[in-house]
């Protein structure tokens, strides 16, 4: 309605008021006053106007051209709009300049910018469409770990182990996934990630997480230095991960919003349920979660599934051919024993590496070792703790090598090759454990011995020592070798005859002052 009254304006003209007092009573400026009045006697309208008059009414026969001039506005294609909106790289002001074309080109007025966002606006909140303004389609995928866990209970003890909950949530049709993990550590932060894609069905342009270690390693006002294994898995999906800024929630308000979801329809809907496995609670929280996915909306109709399927799936990335498989990366410096760990087990590399800092992907079937970028060692994974490291031959040195290749039969063909003695000491070493492998490492050390003090020194010494106990030692033998050695270096040199050798002078030389017989 106008916001001038007409009608009030010429019922106070009957009655004789003047202009200044017309104005005064209806709030409306002295010429607009005039403007009024002259075109009720241009058009011979007079008080009283008929019951059924409105002041919009009489405004259009006081006023014609103002309509007319009004009629001229082309209203917007508001549903082609809505969809175009969709589409990658379009904005509003790019459809209000193709629209403005359209407009003139048929000789109608377009609204200007401000009034054609208006009623957009206007018609998206009428027709309860998805406000594609704020959100795009196929934009992002918001991410973060909800605030309460659900427990598992320990069926013996009774005590209660911490089950977080990841949730991922695409803000545009607000279609969530939601998983219970068994913890929040790196490689499940990443499975989380391709289980939410294959949920779905396909890949968002963005991921935005919040600022934990297992996304971001740093973020400064001017730089953010992504997690690596979290860089792989974006570049294998073909994403781009933007990290929320440091206490900036509303970056990602939609995920925010999920996890207080996730909290009320999840968490607390399962607080009175016992659960005694992970796969037990991963399937409450997987039946909870389609039910909270298929909750109806309570302002719009249809759901976050039907929101998803309608205005949303196509305009999801691809899933890749293959999975990714989630990868961490490890930065250990190569210890004496050259050897790396994946937090469970122990894998060699390459003992001159001793000392080294290397880089370490490690994957479920796989652990690979890399040097200045370079590929030095690989090992297939271990599903299960191991007593003994896996060890390759060829990461070994070549005395460690040698021992790697030592047999029983090895032994004993060697110690017969030094005496009995020998030989009897070796046996007593390879059955003095319950594996012959027990011993090994005496013999080893035994074969040591012969090749620094020879075989007939260790044979004696061997001998001595089985006539003193039935448990050799190495200590013991290598003891007595060592005593049989530096006896030998502190035995007197035998004195050689005068005149053996070219001007060697005796005793009696030096007895007659140095003067010969003649």
């Known amino acids: 309605m106008s916001q001038v009254d007409y009608l009030e304006i010429l019922r106070l003209r009957s009655l004789r008021y003047s202009k200044n007092s017309i104005s005064a009573n209806v709030h409306s400026s002295h010429h607009t006053v005039e403007d009024v009045l002259a075109a009720a006697d241009a058009k011979s309208i007079a008080w009283p106007i008929d019951e059924d008059v409105t002041n919009a009414k009489l405004e259009m026969q006081l006023f014609p051209d103002k309509y007319r001039y009004v009629s001229l506005y082309i209203a917007p294609d508001f549903q082609y709009i809505h969809e175009e909106l969709a589409k990658k790289g379009v904005t509003l002001t790019l459809l209000w300049e193709e629209y403005c074309q359209k407009v003139r080109a048929t000789g109608g007025v377009p609204y200007m910018y401000t009034q054609f966002c208006e009623k957009y606006r206007r018609w998206a909140r009428v027709t309860k469409a998805t406000m594609r303004i704020s959100h795009k389609p196929g934009d992002a995928m918001q991410v973060d770990w909800a605030g309460d866990p659900l427990y598992i209970t320990d069926s013996v003890t009774g005590e209660l182990e911490t089950v977080p909950i990841f949730v991922a949530v695409l803000p545009c049709s607000w279609y969530t996934y939601a998983e219970a993990c068994c913890d929040m550590k790196q490689e ?141 990366w490890l930065h250990p410096k190569v210890g004496y024993d050259y050897l790396v760990s994946d937090g469970v087990n122990k894998y060699s590399v390459p003992y001159d590496l001793i000392g080294e800092k290397v880089d370490v992907r490690l994957t479920s079937q796989i652990v690979e070792v890399f040097y200045k970028q370079t590929r030095v060692a690989a090992h297939i994974r271990l599903d299960k703790p191991q007593r003994d ?100 270096e502190a035995a007197p040199q035998e004195v050689r005859k005068e005149g053996s050798h070219g001007i060697t002078r005796g005793a009696a030389y030096y007895r007659k002052g140095g003067q010969r017989n003649e």
């Open 188 to 328: 499940r932060w990443l499975l989380c990630h391709v289980h939410a894609f294959s949920y779905f069905g396909g890949v968002p342009r963005l991921i935005i997480p919040d600022n934990c270690k297992t996304a971001t390693t740093a973020n400064t006002r001017y730089e953010t230095v992504l997690n690596r294994s979290y860089q792989e898995l974006a570049e294998h999906y073909g994403t781009a991960i933007v990290p929320a800024r440091v206490k900036k929630p509303d970056d990602k308000a939609a995920a925010e919003g999920s996890v207080r979801f996730v909290s009320t329809w999840i968490t607390a809907a399962l607080r009175d349920k016992k659960f005694f496995s992970l796969a037990e609670t991963q399937q409450a929280v997987q039946e909870k979660l389609e039910e909270l996915n298929r909750r109806p909306f309570k302002k719009r109709p249809g759901c976050r599934l039907t929101a998803y399927e309608q205005e949303e799936k196509a305009f999801m990335g691809p899933l890749p051919v293959h999975t990714y498989e989630p990868a961490v």
């Open 389 to 488: 490291p896996v060890v390759k031959p060829e990461h070994m040195p070549e005395a460690h090598r040698r021992y790697l290749n030592y047999t029983a039969d090895d032994f004993t063909a060697w110690a017969n090759t030094v005496g009995p003695n020998t030989a009897e000491t070796v046996q007593r070493f390879l059955t003095g454990g319950r594996e012959a492998e027990q011993g090994f490492k005496a013999c080893a050390s035994l074969t040591k011995l012969g090749s620094r003090y020879g075989a007939k020194r260790l044979e004696d010494a061997c001998e001595r020592v089985l006539r003193l106990t039935s448990t050799p030692t190495i200590r013991n033998i290598s003891a007595l070798c060592k005593a049989s050695a530096e006896r030998k």
